[in-house]
């Protein structure tokens, strides 16, 4: 048994998918650190997990940005421990058509998605080397297999699948897993400003996606930490490379 906690990280975690994943790591045993833009805004995450008894340290991270990528990662090993679960998590999204997309909505997309998911796991994947233990789950989504006004976002979420396949590839042999989940549609702010951009009510807006899956339901934030719990475990060490679509259904 360890003597301490297993330490996570989670990126955007101040609220939605990645808030619900931090809760749940939490209460799985880990300590977790929640990386958002604002240190402010990962604050109310960590509250959340202290309440409940957990350990948590709120870190204020552009995870485009290396430098202040390289100095979480640092901050992080000194204050909980070496990182050895990494929830690539943070997303934007730039929606637009690709004849009205200016080129800094597709450069903020990639970056968000793929360098930051790049920067964040070549900082920490030394100490799961060391370790000879980690576990690094990236979020893909359903849009990486094509989506109307996604050109940037989808062409990331399915980069972000090809990433993950070579991860596994290359860190396997010191005992470190790496895998997508994708989810389909979930009730979060993100896909609140999609239904506010297209001038839809949010509750018509979720009954309409939720008629054409096959379980009738939109996805919850803890659906997809569900997944990632267990894909953090112990007992998933021999999963690695795939691409998990979390989506109430088969997706095509
Ligand atoms: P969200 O917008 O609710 O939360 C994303 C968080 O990431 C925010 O707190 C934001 O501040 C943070 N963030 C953005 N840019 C950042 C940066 N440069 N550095 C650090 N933090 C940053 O999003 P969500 O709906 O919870 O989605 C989380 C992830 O799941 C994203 O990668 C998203 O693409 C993916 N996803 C979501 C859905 C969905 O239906 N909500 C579906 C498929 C995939």
Same mark, same amino acid.
Do not use: H
């Given at each position: 048994?360890?003597?301490?906690?297993? $330490?996570?990280?989670?990126?955007?975690?101040?609220?939605?998918?990645?808030?619900?994943?931090?809760?749940?790591?939490? #209460? &799985?045993? /880990?300590?977790?650190?929640?990386?958002?833009?604002?240190?402010?805004a990962a604050k109310s995450?960590?509250?959340?997990i202290t309440r409940a008894g957990g350990q948590a340290l709120a870190i204020g991270t552009n995870v485009a940005d290396a430098a202040q990528v390289d100095?979480?990662? $640092?901050?992080i090993a000194g204050e909980l421990g070496a990182p050895t679960v990494l929830?690539?998590?943070?997303?934007?999204? #730039? &929606?637009? /058509?690709?004849?009205k997309m200016p080129e800094t909505d597709w450069d903020a997309v990639m970056d968000v998605h793929l360098k930051g998911s790049f920067l964040m796991t070549r900082a920490v994947q030394q100490h799961m080397v060391q370790a000879q233990f980690g576990r690094i789950i990236n979020l893909s989504s359903t849009?990486?297999?094509?989506?109307?006004?996604?050109?940037?976002?989808s062409a990331a979420k399915a980069g972000l699948q090809g990433f993950t396949k070579t991860l596994a590839v290359e860190l396997g042999k010191f005992g470190i897993t790496a895998n997508s989940v994708a989810p389909g549609f979930i009730a979060t702010d993100?896909?609140?400003?999609?239904?506010?951009?297209?001038?839809?009510?949010?509750?018509?807006?979720?009954?309409?996606?939720?008629?054409?899956?096959?379980?009738?339901r939109a996805g919850t934030p803890e659906d997809i930490a569900n997944t990632i719990s267990?894909?953090?475990?112990?007992?998933?060490?021999?999963i690695s490379g795939q691409v998990i679509y979390v989506a109430g259904g088969p997706v095509n």
């Open positions: 048994m360890n003597a301490q906690p297993r $330490v996570a990280i989670v990126t955007g975690g101040a609220r939605g998918l990645g808030a619900a994943t931090a809760l749940r790591l939490s #209460r &799985d045993g /880990l300590a977790v650190a929640v990386i958002d833009l604002e240190q402010s995450t960590v509250e959340a100095a979480a990662v $640092v901050q929830v690539n998590n943070a997303g934007i999204t #730039r &929606d637009n /058509l690709i004849f849009s990486a297999l094509g989506n109307r006004g996604q050109v940037n976002y993100m896909n609140r400003a999609v239904a506010d951009r297209l001038n839809i009510p949010w509750d018509e807006y979720v009954t309409t996606w939720a008629e054409a899956i096959p379980v009738r267990f894909l953090a475990s112990e007992g998933a060490g021999f």
